[in-house]
T-cell receptor, first 118, second 111 residues
């Protein structure tokens, strides 16, 4: 089945630094990837849609200059949290759909990145 | 705006049947998906409906009524390992088919 790999799984950084999270589709190509954020005991909140070869589309309320998204190839999207602050501490999850598997194919998720900003 | 509502928590007994409801009001609709998520892990796909009716997959079934904006996930023969959060997600009709997730239901299965 389709596999999405996300790295790192956990990261602790100091306030003011930047953190890059990578999301790769391992056995399929993904022109579109989605980045979600999840707070404890809450559901997934869509942050942005990453588009290969073009600018990401951000959801309302998400700062594009703070959460930089780059979709450099058909198998890789990165999310960079710039000038991180403690309130950015959260669980970040990427996902993608295997377009070649048909219109009924579901989203496949990476294992998530637990970000803690101290 | 997009609204997808689920009960926050449910409790059931091992071996029983539980139904988790999901109601939605979204700007578009191109399918409803159910996911299971254990704490600290990524969601895993359970079931999918795009047409009205019941889809059955082993112990899990999902139902959809598009006219009512309503779906449910039915779990039979509950096992302890079914204790998890269950998320319904609507895929919107758009160029990139965004998925919007519901509030999630935490299910506790008791012995």
């Amino acid at each position: 089945g389709a596999v999405v790999s996300q790295h790192p799984s956990r990261v602790i950084c100091k306030s003011g630094t930047s953190v890059k999270i990578e999301c790769r589709s391992l056995d399929f190509q993904a022109t579109t990837m989605f980045w979600y954020r999840q707070f404890p005991k809450q559901s997934l909140m869509l942050m942005a849609t990453s588009n290969e070869g073009s600018k990401a589309t951000y959801e309302q309320g998400v700062e594009k200059d703070k959460f930089l998204i780059n979709h450099a190839s058909l198998t890789l999207s990165t999310l960079t949290v710039t000038s991180a602050h403690p309130e950015d501490s959260s669980f970040y999850i990427c996902s993608a759909r295997d377009m070649g598997a048909g219109s009924n194919s579901p989203l496949h998720f990476g294992n998530g990145t637990r970000l803690t900003v101290t | 705006g997009q609204n997808i509502d689920q009960p926050t928590e449910m409790t059931a007994t091992e071996g029983a049947i539980v139904q988790i409801n999901c109601t939605y009001q979204t700007s578009g609709f191109n399918g409803l998906f159910w996911y299971q998520q254990h704490a600290g892990e990524a969601p895993t796909f359970l079931s999918y409906n795009v047409l009205d009716g019941l889809e059955e997959k082993g112990r899990f079934s999902s139902f959809l009524s598009r006219s009512k904006g309503y779906s449910y996930l039915l779990l039979k023969e509950l096992q302890m390992k079914d204790s998890a959060s269950y998320l319904c997600a609507v895929r919107l009709t758009s160029g990139t088919y965004k998925y919007i997730f519901g509030t999630g239901t935490r299910l506790k299965v008791l012995a």
